[in-house]
């Protein structure tokens, strides 16, 4: 299987800030009842989205001015609590393929990584800088550079971190594992055959 | 030449590692697959569109949970998306030659009771599951991984997947617990102390002298909650208490094989001088009785304590924070917890939903009533829990107290069956996630507490101690 290499990443931003953003934000569990990940993108953020307008305010998800951005920011601990890659997929299909976030929930992070979603680190300053950017001017153009290892907009740049696995997974297009780990089935056989306790289970 | 000492999660992870992957994580075997209906169906469309089979279907086992109505179970749900989901589980199974343990079975339940029930969940097993509570399993010395859709298709195609090593953090709790504290209270206690991200990258092994005298229910409920302080994996060593749990289950070994199977789980425990990545010790007696008052569940106080106030912050990070949380939970800023009128009281969920959880409250509930205005509702996490309890006249404890006693589910937890919040409804509630909008209405508030302290607030109509409210003396 062929894989796009991911390497650098342009498009406009919009920032959701805040820490510990959990995935029942980001994708609420009614969402969740579905048997495809077909039609995510519309459930994105959706509470807080509804609580906005409903307090007079705009999302920035509803606002026109970030219509089409393709790179989300966000603060510490982005993507807690469940394992649903709903929450990925959801950011996904509303068109994002990048997220700047200053760390990330570690299921998150994988399941993001896993579908070519690419998740770099900035500093919380780095960060502040980058959100004054794109609300001075919604139509900044970003660009995430994971080869270059920076952040690069409005003629400044910021450096970007990631972990070692992931950016390597996503630049040389092994970002979906699927494809090497068939490739090791004769090896998966003799791991399993040497762990007696994982016979097949009697009835 | 003696081998230095070594601990469970090394063993066990060398023991699965296939092989290294080209970006350097290592292909692990998952010796124990569990699926159910929520993420699993996209899994089985991702295969098939790859023209892929179920590489070791004998290792999978599902079972239905989060969509399943609680006030009856019968067929065709009344929610047609829901009804969707389990007959494409139900056929998934089917056409994959997978274990499923449905609603007509009598084992049907939340996966994370099911697993341990059936002694599918065994020592120095890895075991993942499309759920990050998964961590429950860990109860039993196994590295138990919660995963996500593309990983359940990784596990289902391969049985295996794709995983960085993480690092290992030992937690003791030594000591005793006070009267009228729980392992809700200890785990609650530790995500508030290490914060909900201060597990990133780690595994959490528990022990010392309290996890030494928890029962197994006592363990799982620790160990589900490992992800709530950010931790991928928890685990206890096993020992004689998890042999005994184990002992003539349905997927249990027998005869020599058993004998075999203790001897295996009792080298895999982490041996004394192992090193760890890092340790941090807690006294049992410092545990109170902790209740949330916020949107995560780091944001707990003891019970006796008043809820923060964001001008005593220290960080700037928790100054906001705590403004963001007060402000959805419409709470008042250095006011007690207790005290606080409730309007749902909810004992369910895979952290407190056992035998065990329900036994304990039906101690103190005889001759209360729930008090009026509170909805009260009890539901035993598996359809085995529901028979234990009514063959010991635990449901008619509860209904008598004024409950309402359900049928086995995730029903209040969160939103995807009949049972939820309304507006902004507040929620006493012995589950593990107290996040905007998780229990099914966008402005419902959680707070999360011990079982014990869930009845105390049923029966009072507000947060209470329940040491007071019950007289708890142990
Ligand atoms: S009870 Fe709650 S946390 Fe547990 S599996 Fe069900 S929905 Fe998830």
Same mark, same amino acid.
């Given at each position: ?43 994105? *953020? ?62 998150? *992070? ?94 | ?131 990050? #509570? ?54 609650? #206690? ?33 160990? /589900? ?208 996630? /107290? ?40």
């Amino acid at each position: 299987m062929a894989l796009a290499k991911i390497t650098t990443i342009t498009g406009r931003g919009l920032a959701v800030p805040g820490n510990d953003i959990d995935t029942d934000r980001i994708i609420p569990a009614r969402f969740l009842k579905a048997v495809t990940f077909d039609g995510m993108g519309e459930g994105l *953020f959706f509470d807080a989205r509804k609580a906005a307008t409903a307090a007079g305010q705009v999302h920035p998800l509803d606002d026109p001015r970030f219509r089409g951005a393709g790179i989300l920011l966000s603060g510490a601990n982005f993507g807690c609590g469940s394992s649903r890659e709903h929450a990925p997929q959801a950011i996904q299909k509303a068109g994002f393929r990048a997220i700047v976030a200053e760390s990330y929930a570690e299921i998150f *992070f994988g399941n993001a990584t896993t579908i070519g979603l690419a998740c770099v680190c900035a500093t919380r300053a780095d960060l502040a800088r980058l959100a004054a950017a794109i609300a001075a001017n919604p139509a900044l153009e970003i660009t995430v550079d994971l080869v270059g290892r920076e952040i690069r907009f409005d003629g400044r740049k910021i450096p970007l971190t990631m972990r070692d696995s992931a950016r390597d997974a996503l630049v040389h297009g092994r970002w979906d594992p699927i494809g090497e780990l068939l490739e090791g089935a004769a090896a998966v056989a003799a791991t399993a055959s040497r762990l007696p306790y994982l016979a097949a289970p009697q009835k | 030449m003696r081998t230095s000492p070594r601990n469970l999660f090394g063993k066990v992870w060398a023991a699965h590692a296939v092989r290294e992957l080209a970006n350097g994580q290592t292909q692990l075997l998952i010796g124990t697959h569990l699926i159910h209906e929520v993420t699993s169906p996209q899994a089985f469309a991702m295969l098939r569109d790859l023209g892929l089979k179920v590489a070791m279907p004998h290792r999978t086992f599902a079972t239905v949970d989060h969509i399943v109505p609680t006030d009856r179970q019968t067929e065709p749900f009344s929610d047609p998306l829901a009804d969707a989901m389990i007959k494409a589980l139900r056929k998934n199974c089917t056409d994959h030659g997978i274990t499923y343990f449905d609603l007509a079975s009598g084992r049907q339940g939340i996966v994370h009771m099911v697993g341990p029930e059936q002694g599918i969940t065994q020592p120095g097993t890895t075991i993942a599951c499309g759920d990050s #509570h998964t961590s429950t399993h860990g109860a039993f010395g196994a590295i138990a991984l919660g995963i996500g859709t593309s990983q359940v298709r990784d596990v289902l195609a391969t049985q295996t997947m794709a995983l960085g090593r993480l690092k290992l953090r030992r937690i003791n709790v030594e000591g005793r617990l006070g009267p009228g504290v729980y392992a809700k209270d200890v785990i609650l #206690h530790i995500i508030r102390t290490l914060g909900v991200n201060g597990g990133t990258g780690f595994a959490y092994e528990y022990g010392g002298a309290v996890f030494d005298r928890f029962s197994m229910e006592e363990r799982m409920t620790v160990c /589900n909650m490992s992800i709530e302080g950010g931790a991928r994996v928890g685990y206890v060593n096993p020992d004689e208490t998890t042999f005994a749990y184990l002992k003539g289950r349905p997927y249990s070994p027998v005869g020599a094989a058993w004998d075999e199977a203790v001897a295996r789980w009792r080298a895999v425990a982490s041996e004394p001088g192992c090193q760890y990545d890092d340790v941090v010790t807690i006294s049992g007696a410092d545990i109170p009785p902790t209740v949330t008052w916020g949107i995560n569940p780091g944001q707990g106080i003891a019970i006796t304590e008043t809820i923060p106030d964001p001008a005593k912050a220290t960080a700037v990070d928790e100054k906001a924070s705590i403004e963001e949380a007060l402000a959805y939970m419409k709470l008042r800023a250095g006011a007690p917890i207790k005290g606080i009128k409730i309007d749902v009281a909810f004992l369910g969920s895979c952290t407190n939903a056992r035998l065990s959880d329900f036994k304990e409250v039906a101690k103190y509930l005889p001759g209360r009533r729930v008090a009026q205005g509170v909805k009260a509702i009890a539901v035993p996490g598996s359809q085995i829990v529901s028979r234990q309890c009514a063959e010991l006249g635990i449901d008619r404890v509860f209904r008598d107290a004024g409950f309402d006693w359900r049928e086995a589910g995730c029903s209040m937890c969160l939103a995807m069956n009949p049972d939820k919040l309304v507006g902004d409804q507040l929620c006493a509630s012995s589950s593990n996630r /107290n996040f905007k909008g998780r229990q099914g209405s966008p402005t419902g508030r959680t707070l999360l507490m011990s079982p014990l302290m869930v009845a105390a607030a049923a029966v009072t109509g507000a947060v209470a101690d329940a040491r007071e409210v019950f007289g708890v003396i142990h």
